[in-house]
């Protein structure tokens, strides 16, 4: 047998795999952007007041994270607690109005009403009723993220094959092993792409409230630092929310891949699996 070129050898042992390619790509490209932040400040000798340099923006969370770690995890938290409680009761709903067309005739309409409601009319009625603090938050963060998740796991189990029924019906399969076997497995890959949304809106809920009625969180330190006109502060703020809401959305495609594997192009997997 031939000897293989040491110069082939060489770059073949350092070849990137494609979902290495990917994440470098991203990293390259995180980093970019940051950079070219930085610069275009430092060319244009924008106040920081204005727009703050990321290395202003990096100081400010190595210097205050003692200050910034508690309302880290009060709005993790928060967030979590509601986005929970959210799926729960939207995948209920989704249930109940995907199963019945008498259901989805009469909720339906009450849900889109209720989802055109603007989250921050309904907060000072949290305050009302719970007082000021975590509750409020909890609620608000929950009841911004019902709607998606009805929608998508209502819509999953109205799309069952109704040939599909009819054969496992003259098998002996009841409405619950419908339900259960059939309309469920198929809603999977409907409920996890309203997860990924309602993350993101879970986020909105909670940061909402705690600029409004609330003593502790992100929210409040980004509202308090915006009157003492410390920009580098509120964009800490967001900086966190917006890791806080990448990792979460992370944990929600790594979940949807190992439980709806099967849906997804092979690409697709490659892109979440570690």
């Given at each position: 047998m031939s000897a293989v070129p040491a110069s082939t050898s060489s770059s073949a042992s350092f070849a990137l795999s494609p979902r290495a390619r990917r994440y470098l790509l991203s990293a390259v490209a995180l980093v970019g952007f940051f950079l070219a932040w930085e610069l275009i400040c430092l060319a244009t000798g924008v106040s920081d007041l204005v727009l703050p340099r990321?290395?202003?923006?990096?100081?400010?969370?190595?210097?205050?994270?003692?200050?910034?770690?508690?309302?880290?995890?009060?709005?993790?938290y928060t967030t979590v607690a509601g986005f929970v409680l959210g799926v729960l009761a939207g995948v209920v709903l989704g249930v109940v109005v995907g199963s019945s067309r008498l259901a989805y005739d009469v909720a339906y309409p009450l849900l889109v009403g209720f989802s055109s409601i603007p989250k921050v009319a309904v907060v000072p009625i949290f305050v009302v009723w719970f007082g000021s603090g975590t509750v409020p938050a909890i609620l608000t963060s929950m009841v911004i993220s019902i709607f998606p998740v009805v929608v998508n796991v209502a819509t999953g189990l109205a799309t069952t094959e109704p040939e599909l029924e009819d054969v496992l019906k003259v098998l002996g399969a009841s409405k619950r092993d419908l339900l259960w076997n059939?309309?469920?497995?198929?809603?999977?890959?409907?409920?996890?792409?309203?997860?990924?949304?309602a993350i993101t809106l879970s986020f909105v809920g909670t940061v909402l409230s705690e600029t409004v009625a609330a003593n502790k969180g992100i929210g409040n330190v980004m509202m308090i630092a915006s009157g003492n006109f410390d920009v580098p502060l509120v964009f800490a703020g967001l900086i966190i929310l917006a890791v806080l809401g990448v990792a979460l959305y992370a944990i929600s495609a790594y979940i949807e891949m190992r439980l709806t594997g099967w849906t997804q192009r092979k690409a697709e997997q490659d892109i979440v699996m570690a």
């Open positions: 990321p290395s202003q923006i990096i100081v400010v969370l190595v210097e205050k994270f003692p200050l910034l770690w508690p309302h880290t995890v009060q709005t993790l059939v309309g469920l497995p198929r809603a999977l890959p409907y409920l996890f792409a309203s997860l990924k949304i």
